[in-house]
Antibody
Framework: QITLKESGPTLVKPTQTLTLTCTFSGFSLSTSGVGVAWIRQSPEKALEWLALIYWDDDKRYSPSLKSRLTITKDTSKNQVVLTMTNMDPVDTATYYC???????????WGQGTTVTVSS | EIVLTQSPGTLSLSPGERVTLSCRASQSVSSYYLAWYQQKPGQAPRLLIYGAFSRATGIPDRFSGSGSETDFTLTISRLEPEDFAVYYCQQYGSSPYTFGQGTTLEI
């Protein structure tokens, strides 16, 4: 059974850097075709795809946020970390990580973690 | 970047009805890399359909997907009370792997 869980601060101040960790089980990020993605959802808004890291350490980022995002993996710990710099109140959202299966689709999602940006 | 436009924004329906949701892409979606997700309040999205047509594990056969290139649809043949939710399409063939803005099914 595949599970993912997001963790990190619930409150950050404007201009600070957000660091979120996705801890997963039930799959290995060294398996060909597998990846972990980050997606966020602002209050009352749609889903926004942020970043994806593949089993071979290839990475993809949202062009609009690329300068602020970094995604990394620690295969031995079954973790993926997303950092977002220069946080702003508009970045207030629920952040999800999700398992990308070898068919390329986001098959299982974590429960999400809510981050508020406020001074 | 491929922009996905879902229509309608909101649908008011009753249990037992048939419904078709639309997802239109600004450019062709490669290799049918189109998925549909269902999201209920306070929950994460759940995968329903992938590859435009294939149901995910455990998804009832009242859900079906169709379409190609730039026009895709999700059909629910007979609405059950638990189907009232928000539905999103996503293309995962070309990075960034964008989502539509969602369609809300309400009673």
């Amino acid at each position: 059974q595949i599970t993912l869980k997001e963790s990190g601060p619930t409150l950050v101040k404007p201009t600070q850097t957000l660091t979120l960790t996705c801890t997963f089980s039930g799959f290995s990020l060294s398996t060909s075709g597998v990846g972990v993605a980050w997606i966020r959802q602002s209050p009352e808004k749609a889903l926004e795809w942020l970043a994806l890291i593949y089993w071979d350490d290839d990475k993809r980022y949202s062009p609009s946020l690329k300068s602020r995002l970094t995604i990394t993996k620690d295969t031995s710990k079954n973790q993926v970390v997303l950092t977002m710099t220069n946080m702003d109140p508009v970045d207030t959202a629920t952040y999800y990580c999700a398992h990308r299966n070898p068919l390329a689709v986001l098959s299982v999602w974590g429960q999400g973690t809510t981050v508020t940006v406020s001074s | 970047e491929i922009v996905l436009t879902q229509s309608p924004g909101t649908l008011s329906l009753s249990p037992g009805e048939r419904v078709t949701l639309s997802c239109r892409a600004s450019q062709s979606v490669s290799s049918y890399y189109l998925a549909w997700y269902q999201q209920k309040p306070g929950q994460a999205p759940r995968l329903l359909i992938y590859g435009a047509f294939s149901r995910a594990t455990g998804i009832p056969d009242r859900f079906s997907g169709s379409g190609s290139e730039t026009d895709f649809t999700l059909t629910i043949s007979r609405l059950e009370p638990e189907d009232f939710a928000v539905y999103y399409c996503q293309q995962y063939g070309s990075s960034p792997y964008t989502f539509g803005q969602g369609t809300t099914l309400e009673i």
